[in-house]
């Protein structure tokens, strides 16, 4: 994968092959990560890998290098089996309820479908937020960074409510293109939860009681967050 940062130091301007570049590194990074996530109780190492990679992308416009990439994954994989274990068993269940309830296999009609249909569509915001945070850290820290964007999603909801659309849009992406694509897509997704979640307020720490201090890069905002670091 190749450097934002070349680019602007050599013309001070990014044009449209940088553009086509930082695309084909977004789409290897969705194939990398769906290939890493395949055995399903690695998908939480491989997620936060991903993360990792793209904070670190953002931050200096530069991708980390496969060494570093390669030992962040091996770090996590263990620690991460519980964390996708929790993660597929609650997706499965929603899934088997929005299924149900779709079909009239059990009472609740539409308001129950949306209801449900809603719970599912803030966790997956959630979820994406936890997976922002854990990049923010090297990919590792779950725990940590799940009760973090607990505390975030309640002093920001706006921030939670954008992230939400964001894992929703991806989700109907992924029924509607090619499943082949599917794989690109995920690359593309990792991409815009940080984005998004980059350019929205970030609640204090309130144990830390300090600002957030600004990225180097002047991209965006990074958290300062003790407990993840």
Same mark, same amino acid.
């Not at 997976?131 to 990919?139: D, H, L, M, R």
């Not at 499943?179 to 970030?202: F, S």
């Given at each position: ?24 590194d977004?789409?290897?990074l969705? =194939? ?26 953002t ?25 996708s274990?929790?993660a ?22 539409? =308001? ?21 945070? =854990? ?52 690359g ?32 965006? !905002?990074? !958290? ?6």
């Amino acid at each position: 994968m190749a450097s934002r940062a070349e680019a602007i130091e050599v013309g001070g301007r990014r044009d449209w092959r940088d553009v086509v570049r930082d695309a084909a590194d977004l789409a290897l990074l969705g =194939v990398l990560l769906t290939l890493a996530a395949v055995p399903l109780l690695t998908a939480a190492a491989a997620a936060g890998t991903a993360s990792a990679a793209v904070h670190d992308w953002t931050r200096t416009g530069s991708w980390p290098s496969a060494r570093t990439t390669l030992r962040r994954f091996g770090r996590s994989v263990l620690p991460g089996v519980p964390v996708s274990l929790l993660a597929l068993s609650v997706a499965a269940l929603l899934a088997a309820d929005l299924a149900a309830l779709a079909t009239g296999s059990v009472p609740g009609g539409p =308001v129950a479908l949306l209801v449900t249909a809603l719970i599912a569509a803030g966790l997956a915001g959630y979820a994406g937020l936890v997976v922002v945070e =854990v990049g923010g850290n090297g990919g590792g820290r779950w725990r940590a960074a799940a009760r973090f964007t607990a505390r975030a999603c309640l002093d920001a909801p706006a921030r939670w409510a954008a992230l939400t659309g964001v894992t929703a849009l991806a989700g109907l992406l992924a029924v509607l293109v090619a499943p082949v694509a599917v794989p690109i897509l995920a690359g593309y997704t990792v991409a815009a939860l940080h984005a998004v979640a980059g350019r929205l307020p970030v609640p204090a720490d309130p144990a830390a009681r300090r600002p957030v201090p600004a990225d180097p890069a002047g991209r965006r !905002p990074v !958290p300062a967050h003790p407990e993840l670091r």
